[in-house]
């Protein structure tokens, strides 16, 4: 009856700490990423949203050019194959700083691939056949889009007062704009039998 006795006292001990672990997870988990920013509440929500969007923007980007880059097929396959995926590697690279950037101005960021659903505005192209022409035709003009979000996103900064966000946003847009040049011209040559 001891043993019984003691065995209680154990798991009640074992269910406050359990209710107390639990309690202090919830804190947690509710507790605000305070990052330290010179940026007021309203800048760093208006910053941060703005950069998310561009975030999931550019992810669903980075994953409709490497779409494009494994179908690719035709006679300038080779050429096409390799720019796209040069390509899909500077958008991909930018993510990671647009993400931090969220995060050094105070706000969160995306979470998971159902929130990039949720915010992109880039289309996805899930068709079994896109030629090659009209891949990078839309590739073409989903980089001119971004460029067009990109000077909506620097707009807001430059109401905010945030410099550096929008110093970020202007070598995007420089990037962005190479793509679209890179594809316009890929697209002329072939088009005229170049």
Not at 75 to 86: A, N, Q
Request: net charge negative; charged share 25%.
């Amino acid at each position: 009856m001891a043993k019984n006795t003691q065995s209680k006292s154990q798991s009640g001990k074992a269910a406050k700490m359990s209710e107390s672990s639990a309690q202090d997870a919830k804190t947690r988990r509710k507790a605000a990423l305070a990052t330290p920013t010179d940026l007021g509440s309203n800048a760093t929500r208006d910053v941060g949203a703005a950069l998310n969007a561009l975030l999931a923007d550019t992810f669903a980007l980075y994953l409709k050019t490497k779409n494009f880059h494994w179908h690719m097929s035709g006679p300038h396959f080779r050429d096409y194959h390799l720019m796209l995926d040069e390509q899909a590697a500077q958008i991909l690279a930018s993510t990671d700083d647009m993400a931090e950037r969220v995060r050094k101005i105070g706000g969160t960021t995306l979470r998971s691939i159902g929130h990039i659903a949720r915010l992109q505005r880039v289309l996805d192209n899930d068709a079994e056949f896109v030629t090659p022409q009209d891949m990078l035709a839309e590739l073409r003009q989903d980089n001119l889009d971004h460029v067009q979000r990109m000077r909506e996103a620097h707009d807001v900064c430059d109401e905010a007062e945030d410099i550096a966000t929008a110093s970020l946003i202007e070598n995007w847009v420089d990037e962005a704009e190479r793509r679209a040049w890179f594809l316009f011209e890929a697209s002329r040559g072939a088009s005229s039998g170049h």
